[in-house]
């Protein structure tokens, strides 16, 4: 081996530290030495020289950001509540729901009707003490009344209408009119005969119960509802007989028709009255008997005969 003198190792030591500080100087890649003695560019060098092959770097333009529209539609979605920081405080008093009221039952009867069942149903009432008339087949005040007065006495609602089970109550209390019950000959009831009534061929008149009865030895032949005269003109009571009768009368006092007349004292006698038909019991007579039953009036005038007894009492 040849041996490399002093001077010379440290010659060379020395050019390869100058290298390694040139290197870490500028950071670069060592320098290749060609054979001419140039220096070649290191890698460092050869990237950044221009290149006249190299074309030019494309700039896209720099994208600007557009701002989004402002939401318009309402949000889809309703917010959590905030969290609840107690417990709510209990009712003092428990509350149960409420049972819904029951529809009201439709009326079997009601102010204004008439007709058989309205009959009917004031019989009924008659047989328990309620309605103090006969049965007329009208619903009216005094029907009310008395179908009110049934209620009360029975744990009903008291409407004075008569509904389902007021009617059912009834039916169960009272027995199956007759028709003769239903229908009867005078609106009030006729009052017990006077005694002088009971004989003979009489025209029986009641003052209390407004009711005419033309009776055959203590018979009732037929019965029906009376008017009197006024306080100014009244109507005299006793014991009479029939002077004469006229079937088309017309009063020479008053110049009005009194058919069917049968005159007992003077000038009052027992005769059909239009005004009483029309008007009832809200008018009264001169003094004589009206009668308001055509019909009636009329066959009991074809019966009664001149001498004829007539009781009028109270």
């Not at 040139?22 to 140039?38: K, L, M, Q, V």
Request: charged share 25%.
């Amino acid at each position: 081996m040849r041996r490399i003198s002093g001077p010379v190792l440290r010659g060379a030591l020395a050019a390869l530290a100058a290298a390694a500080v040139t290197t870490a100087a500028t950071g670069c890649e060592p320098e290749t030495i060609r054979a001419d003695g140039t220096r070649s560019p290191s890698a460092a060098e050869h990237r950044e020289s221009p290149s006249p092959h190299k074309h030019r770097e494309h700039r896209t333009p720099k994208r600007t950001h557009t701002p989004e529209p402002a939401r318009t539609t309402p949000r889809t979605h309703r917010p959590s509540p905030p969290p609840r920081t107690h417990r709510p405080t209990p009712p003092a008093h428990r509350t149960w729901p409420t049972r819904p009221a029951k529809p009201a039952q439709p009326p079997v009867l009601a102010a204004g009707a008439s007709g058989a069942k309205v009959r009917e149903l004031q019989a009924r009432l008659r047989q328990l003490g309620h309605f103090q008339l006969q049965p007329t087949g009208y619903y009216g005040t005094v029907t009310s009344r008395a179908v009110a007065a049934f209620q009360r006495g029975h744990a009903r609602p008291v409407t004075g209408t008569l509904d389902t089970k007021s009617w059912s109550k009834l039916r169960d209390l009272t027995d199956e009119p007759s028709r003769a019950a239903m229908y009867p000959p005078t609106t009030r009831p006729v009052a017990k005969p006077d005694a002088r009534c009971m004989t003979g061929r009489t025209l029986c008149i009641s003052k209390s119960s407004r009711t005419l009865s033309w009776m055959i030895n203590g018979k009732v032949i037929a019965s029906m509802d009376v008017r009197f005269g006024s306080q100014y003109t009244p109507t005299r009571e006793g014991t009479f007989k029939v002077d004469f009768k006229s079937r088309d009368h017309v009063s020479t006092i008053y110049d009005s028709p009194m058919p069917y007349a049968m005159f007992f004292s003077g000038g009052q006698a027992v005769h059909y009255s239009s005004d009483f038909a029309a008007r009832g019991y809200n008018g009264a007579s001169h003094g004589c008997v009206n009668v308001r039953d055509k019909k009636k009036i009329a066959a009991v005038f074809d019966q009664v005969k001149a001498g004829d007894k007539v009781v009028v009492y109270r």
